[in-house]
């Protein structure tokens, strides 16, 4: 079976960090373009980052550049995102989903909606 599992959230203050893992059972990671979305309460959910089929491209929506860092670990068959300068704004759930196939146009084809396989989130909290 398939799967996605994030760990790694938490309460943490502001200016903390936390580092969020994506791990896949059941197939490879590295044949997927992997995504990172959050939701807040009573928000849309917003793309957050993205790293294409074997790390050949990364984005960042606006909000995080220069304090989130998308990575892969091929032999872990995971993802990580390290969040650092962390502000109450990213509190929300945290999800992870992996999309199949050609290498999308954008990270935007995943962050709205076009995955085969997503996580079941990790609440991260960025309070005093």
């Known amino acids: 079976q398939p799967q996605l599992v994030e760990s790694g959230g938490g309460l943490v203050q502001p200016g903390g960090s936390l580092r969020l893992s994506c791990q896949a059972s059941g197939f490879s990671l590295d044949w997927y373009t992997v995504a990172w979305f959050r939701q807040a309460p009573g928000k849309e959910r917003e793309g957050v980052s993205c790293i294409f089929t074997r790390g050949t491209k990364i984005e960042y929506t606006d909000s995080v550049k220069g304090r989130f860092t998308i990575s892969r670990d091929g032999a872990a068959n995971t993802v990580f995102l390290q969040m650092n300068s962390l502000e109450p704004e990213d509190t929300a759930v945290y999800y992870c989903?992996?999309?199949?196939?050609?290498?999308?146009?954008?990270?935007?084809?995943?962050?709205?909606?076009?995955?085969?396989?997503r996580g079941q989130g990790t609440q991260v909290t960025v309070s005093s």
């Open positions: 989903a992996a999309l199949a196939g050609p290498v999308p146009s954008s990270c935007t084809v995943v962050w709205n909606g076009r995955f085969n396989h």
